[in-house]
């Protein structure tokens, strides 16, 4: 089991920049892929982005290509996004996950929710116009 903690949300103007962060213990963290999901109200969770456990592959969703980076650092067993440019339909509830990886599928990222096999609790983003 990997237990994940969400920080880094909160309240933002459109256009402004948040940076969320996500701390991973319970596994090895260069033995599992992550991503970031988000679900804003009456709408189902939807994938962000995601890494591979060796951080050379990482995918971002059509949505936020160009304002959006996901990042990891081994160092600190922590998962980063970075948001830019932030507008009002980023407004949701941001999850961080986690699922084992193989060694030789360390360059794959997961795109699907059932992949996943950990989740942090989220941690809300609120974009004002």
């Known amino acids: 089991q990997v237990q994940l903690g969400e920080s880094g949300g909160g309240l933002v103007q459109a256009g402004g920049s948040l940076r969320l962060s996500c701390a991973a213990s319970g596994r090895t963290f260069s033995s599992i892929a992550m991503g970031w999901f988000r679900q804003a109200p009456g709408k189902d969770r939807e994938l962000v982005a995601a890494?591979?456990?060796?951080?050379?592959?990482?995918y971002h969703a059509d949505a936020v290509k160009g304002r959006f980076t996901i990042s990891r650092d081994s160092a600190e067993n922590a998962l980063y996004l970075q948001m830019n440019s932030l507008k009002p339909e980023d407004t949701a509830v941001y999850y961080c996950?986690?699922?084992?990886?193989?060694?030789?599928?360390?360059?794959?990222?997961?795109?699907?929710?059932?992949?996943?096999?950990?989740w942090g609790q989220g941690t809300q983003v609120t974009v004002s116009p």
């Open positions: 890494i591979s456990r060796s951080a050379r592959s990482a």
């Open positions: 996950a986690a699922r084992l990886s193989p060694a030789y599928l360390r360059d794959t990222y997961y795109l699907k929710e059932n992949e996943y096999e950990n």
